[in-house]
């Protein structure tokens, strides 16, 4: 992006408000104001189990199965997520020979229509691939109180021997936006080399990126962002292993404000 104007509240409302993305924005007023379209929904793929996604691609159109749908990772530790039709994740498979980056893909089915969704590959087992379509709602959802213990940040936490960034502010309190069009990881020796491209509609000066595994910053770094596009490698203390992560991306406007999305997304 070659503007860099400040990241704004206003401005990423705006962008979440049209975005399709997997990590859909989730303020509660949604809730109140209206259960928001059936691909958003939970309940808009009950019975939908083994029918086929077309996605688009601009070329030869690639065909998903609908494995299974989910709780989200936190609904062991939130109960309120457990069931919910706000939060919860797809898994859908397709052929090896027609791979899909990590990115907004616009899917048609049809019960549901034609929409945009963030997916990331997870797998590549025998037979076909796995991807994951995580949509999470649920901001605002508070975690049933644990016994003499506080409400704790789900946001991983820097290593000990790490002060957080002066910009670096708590994530939780804002809403999960639609921020990232594309991401891609892959190996460059040791580390891992991270690409970046954030939706139009988003202002930053400059993008964070955390790899996190099992709940633990593995990787970090940080570039500025030029014409919606960040490239850095992503370094640690010892050698990044192959497998599934959370990549953290955190997109920092001129203004000090900052807004995070978490993208599952693998490293082979």
Known sequence: MNETT??????????GATAGAAVALG??????AAAGPGYLRRSGYAGLEGTHFTVETGAQ??????????????AASRRALAGSDDAF???????????????IHTLRHPSLGSFELFSSPVDTPDGN????????????????PRPETRERDPEPQPEPDRQPEPDEK????????????RASLRRAGRWARCEVVLRGSVEAERV??????KGKVVARATRVVTDQRAVMRL???????????TLVVTAVGTDGESTSQRIRISLR
Not at 6 to 15: D, N, V
Not at 235 to 245: H, I, P, V
């Open 61 to 74: 159109p690639v065909v998903l199965r609908l494995e299974s749908v989910a709780d989200v990772a936190g």
């Open 6 to 15: 400040g990241l704004t509240r206003r401005s990423l409302l705006c962008a």
């Open 89 to 103: 994740a797809l898994t859908l498979s397709g052929p090896l020979a027609d791979p899909l980056d990590s990115g």
């Open 129 to 144: 691939r796995l991807y994951e379509i995580v949509v999470d709602r649920s901001v605002g959802v508070r975690a049933a």
């Open 170 to 181: 708590p994530e939780t309190a804002k809403p999960q936006l639609a921020l990232v069009r």
């Open 235 to 245: 370094e640690g203390t010892r050698r990044l292993a192959s497998g599934a992560y």
């Open 208 to 213: 964070r990126c955390r790899l996190v595994r």
């Open 27 to 32: 303020v509660q007023p949604w809730a109140a």
